[in-house]
């Protein structure tokens, strides 16, 4: 099926008439409401009719005849009736977030991204081509090099896999998890519409923009900008000159010839400058932006050095062409632009004052030669450190990503049998003590009238690419009320082991209470988040032998948090202090029968074995083994142990805690162990 749908008379009657919008005259068409004209059809289940009909090609013609909204109404009313009984059309998911992106009704995000990412599950025939292609284009400058390749060859191929590549890569890249919305999917189309706005030097790029585009739709707006124009510093280039004057180089009277010289090399060109600060840890990154010259095209530049045109590199100021004492034009220059743009970024300044550094050993020392001073100012070196610089950006970044703090979440699984499931895991997670950063940010917000905040956390799971359950909990706090102890605000929640491959998008997110109440925020009163994805392990096998759980370490001094059958304070990492006592949850299974006590027997064993000695450091205690071992009794085959392991004689330093068990009916044995390590009180 290619885009034909058969359905009923109400649906047919609303693409009739918008194949009679699209043909009519603009000025006499009438307000569309698609619910309004189909109405009669509603109630009239006899009018159905079969109707062969493209449904992206009506829209697509609804939008030049009466608007993009219309369209969008129209297809938002094909989808919700059709559903996804019809033949999934891409091309309708791609014009329709583009468009809903373009326009001020934030309300249409929602479906925007539901049509988008049910759309593409699709055969590949060749209708669909020339709008995948342009999907594809549009996205690349998001893409790693491989990515691109791979995709590249999907789309030569017509390979229907390339529409689930790209409904995994937005899903991968949705900011804000907790919600319906892909933020960086209709962002993505935000920063389109805006680079074709106001990026309008030459239409070379593949959003018909200036080579600003490329970076402003990676990036978004940057941190720090400014224009101008690169003009004649005459007073730098005399202070150069008489610095060979003094050296005896020149003669005085040569000043003003040499300097008509150097500036014949040299032409005013406009440049933009563009600053991020916050899209990677390593520091700030730059962008140049010009037309050099003041002709040709503008782009993006190598570096500034592009403004001095090849004959500046050429034309010697001083000296015999091919000599070590030769001084070009272009290493005036460059001082030049670089002493005008020296305040603009520490960058530049860096650059001006090694060149200074060089420029007075080869003029003041009798060692040095103008080769040397060549050596640093090479345009290929000045290209290859600018984009040393540019290569350590990301691939893309969310404006929601740039703006708020980043805190640590802990996250951890445990795997079980549960009697009617089978297989579970247990799913815990909380943030970091780190959250409490956060606050600042928050009571600079609370000024303007919130009433506190939120903390949200969960998980998304996926299977196939497709998620399929979404946890969310939340907990609501007053203004005054961030504290360390909000790291403690845990989520356990049990899930359904699996065979199949699945992954786990975990998230935690904290927002700023609006005054007019929780329940209603928004993406920008979002102040701190993060989120990782991790696959589940592979779910416990259950053989009908003994078997054992995963080992839950917790710890006395901690939180205490239900988990399964018991509370105890869960670690979020593997540290436990000395001075407290490690707690250990697991579950047995497949217990056999005592025939003579009716009882299910078991011995259990733990081991709290030092992996590194410590005995150097003179105030702490030497290591040695820790273990106890006792005999146990159920009235089930199923069964669980809570207990604490004492740290009274334990060390500090890296341990294995290992836990055996043995079935006294059956003789059948199983064991679990876990990486603990102690450490002194206030370390």
Request: proline share 5%; aromatic share 10%.
């Amino acid at each position: 099926m290619t885009g034909k749908i058969q359905t009923s008379g109400s649906f047919l009657a609303g693409m009739a008439f918008a194949v009679i919008l699209a043909i009519a005259p603009f000025q006499a068409l009438p307000a569309l409401n698609p619910a309004d004209t189909v109405s009669s059809g509603l109630h009239n289940p006899d009018r159905s009719m079969a109707y062969d009909a493209d449904a992206f090609t009506l829209g697509m013609n609804l939008q030049k005849a009466v608007s993009k909204s219309a369209a969008l109404q129209y297809w938002e009313s094909n989808y919700r009736l059709v559903g996804k009984s019809g033949e999934a059309d891409p091309r309708i998911g791609f014009r329709f977030v583009e468009w809903a992106a373009g326009l001020p009704e934030p309300e249409r995000f929602e479906i925007a991204s539901e049509i988008f990412h049910n759309s593409l599950q699709s055969s590949f025939p060749e209708e669909y081509f020339e709008e995948t292609r342009r999907q594809v284009r549009f996205t690349e400058p998001l893409l790693e090099r491989n990515t691109r390749r791979k995709w590249h060859k999907l789309l030569d191929d017509r390979d229907e896999q390339l529409f689930t590549e790209i409904r995994t890569f937005w899903s991968r890249k949705n900011a804000i998890p907790s919600t319906d919305v892909n933020e960086r999917l209709i962002e993505h189309w935000q920063r389109i519409h805006f680079a074709r706005e106001n990026f309008t030097e030459n239409d070379e790029t593949v959003y018909g923009t200036d080579e600003r585009a490329l970076i402003y739709v990676r990036f978004g707006p940057p941190d720090r900008h400014r224009r101008g124009t690169l003009s004649y510093n005459l007073s730098e280039i005399r202070n150069r000159l008489y610095d060979l004057v003094e050296v005896d180089r020149i003669h005085i009277n040569q000043i003003y010839t040499l300097q008509m010289n150097i500036i014949q090399n040299f032409s005013p060109g406009w440049y933009e400058y563009w600053r991020y600060n916050r899209i990677d840890e390593e520091g700030p990154i730059i962008y140049i932006f010009g037309r050099p010259g003041g002709g040709g095209k503008f782009q993006l530049l190598d570096s500034l050095e592009e403004f001095i045109p090849p004959s500046g590199y050429r034309s010697v100021v001083i000296g015999d062409r091919g000599t070590r004492s030769a001084l070009r034009a272009g290493y005036f220059l460059q001082m030049m632009i670089y002493n005008e743009v020296s305040t603009l970024d520490e960058y530049f300044g860096q650059r001006l004052m090694e060149y200074e550094r060089r420029w007075n050993q080869v003029i003041f020392q009798s060692n040095q030669d103008g080769q040397w001073l060549g050596d640093l100012l090479s345009p290929n070196r000045a290209a290859n450190d600018m984009r040393r610089m540019q290569d350590r950006a990301p691939e893309s970044v969310s404006d929601i990503e740039r703006n708020v703090m980043q805190y640590p979440i802990y996250h951890r699984e445990y795997r079980f049998i549960d009697a009617e499931e089978g297989p579970v895991s247990l799913l815990l997670m909380n943030p970091s003590p780190e959250i409490v950063a956060v606050t600042d940010m928050l009571h600079e917000q609370l000024r303007d009238g919130a009433t506190g905040y939120q903390l949200k956390q969960g998980f998304n799971i996926y299977k196939d690419d497709e998620r399929v359950e979404r946890n969310t909990s939340s907990v609501n706090r007053g203004p005054d009320e961030i504290t360390v102890a909000d790291a403690s605000v845990y989520t356990a929640e049990t899930v359904r082991s699996s065979d199949e491959d699945v992954e786990i998008e975990v998230f935690s997110e904290l927002y700023v209470r609006p005054g007019r109440g929780p329940g209603q925020l928004q993406s920008n009163a979002l102040i701190g988040m993060n989120r990782k994805w991790t696959r589940m392990q592979e779910p416990l096998t259950d053989n009908g032998n003994l078997l054992m759980s995963d080992l839950v370490p917790g710890s006395t001094g901690r939180f205490s948090v239900p988990v399964r059958s018991v509370e105890m304070g869960v670690l979020s990492g593997k540290s436990v202090p000395l001075s407290e006592s490690i707690q250990i949850y697991f579950e047995v299974y497949n217990l056999q029968k005592d025939e003579q006590s009716g009882e299910y027997r078991y011995s259990i064993t733990y081991q709290l074995e030092p992996q590194r000695r410590r005995s150097w450091i003179p105030w702490r205690r030497s290591s040695h083994e820790v273990s106890l071992s006792w005999d146990a009794a159920s009235y089930h085959p199923k069964d669980y142990q809570f207990f604490d392991v004492d740290l009274t004689h334990a060390s500090s330093g890296d341990h294995i805690l290992r836990i055996q068990l043995e079935d006294l009916a059956s003789g059948q044995t199983s064991e679990r162990e876990i990486e603990i390590e102690l450490v002194e009180p206030g370390d």
